[in-house]
């Protein structure tokens, strides 16, 4: 059977197609995020891009992300923590039975305020399969990173922080657009004198002045105070984590991204391996095997 | 002498013709922040506004706020805290020598990241006169909140804090500008929520996105959302702040920020008194009536 493993997302849409064993024979990948896709459009936008794939004999696709969220596909429900990979197996949302599901989210909730992920789950258990690592902190920097505390297999809790998208309306929105150079290189020094000015206590409200008086008084030149807001925020977000104790940590995104997390979390001692889309991949191919097992149970 | 005091500042402009004893004779205010203002301009855009007055015999004008930026009528230094009144009378920055003059700015340091303010000086010094404190913590909120330590009239030393413009870019550019009702009005108890929430020790980054899972799961009405979020910003702002031992604070600002701000200091204990514009002509005055002993002695 051929396994396909769609990633579809608010902005952008990923796919592979895997084999038996999980290995990728073909990755396809078009700008054609939720928000691109009329209501009524799915499944066209789909035939578009994956109607070779799905002609296959016994071709089965798991689709994960914000394709299950209101504005998606169909709306698929949240699991709530702590989940295993069974219970996102019994809660598959069915477009065609048998041949196209989407996974649901999973769902967490501290103090009456609720958090969520759609996609993410499913580059968490395939970072488990991949690592061998079936507790610990897995943590997904992106838009809104992801902080999940993984147990023997299964995700306990979760939390959300904004980070990647303060970054992208600061250095866009604000008045630190005027002096950052948005295109500019990772800059070490800088990232890791924001992340290390993060212990003052003085808040992230307060230090992310620092990105426009630094250019103000050319202390630090343009290409170099985006990196510094990056260490800024990166740092800020360590800081409010649980890290006592923590050693081992698995970082999946970008590689863009995970450099600066495992910059970052280097400052506290931790080692950091990071993965990319195979984690994607790898979590279809896990679940989609517990499938199996489910039907010849 | 009629003293005419202006607040020159990025997006706005206003001005106060005062009488000898500093009462306010007449009021003006123009959509002519100096962002609006072609470099060159200045000294047109400010007749156009103040002529009448200026013709006046004896007039004075003094100025604050941003039109003494790099981008504005003419770079006035920065003064270093601590500072004091005198000391911004003997850096003024003299357009028309004797009857124009824009008033230095403050500026602090920590840790090697510089702080500064351009007429929130002014308001300071006025509010210190008009409520006879002058030992104390001044907080003047906007888009870039400064708090300010007084001890003895002069100012100690401060700090900004970007909570307005943090405000403004998430509930405008990010994905929570999707689910708030920018224009709903202050939901106090949705406020007091978000206040709340901050001591919660998990970050702003984590915290804002309440107020998209909130919304998200129908827990609170979009009309709340936007007073929730203020709340998790100025409850934020005042976690990071040391006070401490701080029993009385007065805010400088519209009455629409100053009231928030009120309402989050009472949940630690501190009553707040609040101040408007009036601040910024009763700094003048006392500005005007410092340059005017130096001149008798």
Chains 1, 2 share one sequence.
Not at 141 to 163: D, I, L, S
């Amino acid at each position: 059977v051929g396994l396909i493993a769609v990633d579809w997302g608010t902005s952008s849409l990923r796919g592979a197609l895997l084999d038996d064993a999980g290995r990728v024979l073909e990755e396809k990948t078009a700008p054609r995020g939720i928000l691109t896709v009329p209501a009524g459009d799915f499944a066209a936008v789909f035939d578009s891009i994956f109607a070779a794939w799905m002609q296959r004999a016994g071709s089965f696709c798991l689709i994960s992300g914000m394709a299950g969220s209101q504005q998606g596909w169909a709306e698929a429900p949240y699991e709530t923590c702590p989940a295993g990979l069974a219970d996102l197996a019994r809660q598959l949302c069915w477009i065609d039975r048998g041949r196209i599901a989407i996974v649901p989210g999973l769902r967490d909730e501290r103090g009456g305020v609720p958090d969520v992920m759609r996609g993410e789950e499913v580059q968490i258990f395939g970072a488990m399969r991949l690592t061998g690592m079936t507790t610990g902190l897995f943590v997904l920097p992106g838009t809104h990173n992801k902080w999940a505390a993984v147990r023997e297999g299964r995700v306990t809790g979760f939390r959300t922080c904004m980070t990647g998208e303060f970054y992208s309306v600061l250095s866009q929105h604000s008045i630190l657009a005027r002096t950052l150079q948005a295109d500019a290189p990772l800059d070490e020094a800088a990232f890791l004198r924001g992340v290390a000015c993060t212990g003052n206590g003085e808040g992230l409200l307060h230090n992310a002045f620092g990105a426009r008086t630094l250019g103000l008084f050319q202390r630090m030149p343009s290409s170099a105070l985006t990196s510094y807001l990056s260490g800024i925020l990166i740092g800020e977000e360590l800081r409010t984590q649980p890290l006592q104790g923590i050693r081992d940590v698995v970082l999946i995104g970008a590689p863009a991204l995970t450099r600066r997390y495992a910059l970052a979390l280097k400052t506290v001692g931790i080692d950091a391996s990071a993965l990319g889309a195979e984690a994607t991949w790898a979590g279809a191919y896990a679940l989609h095997a517990v499938l199996q097992d489910g039907d010849s149970s």
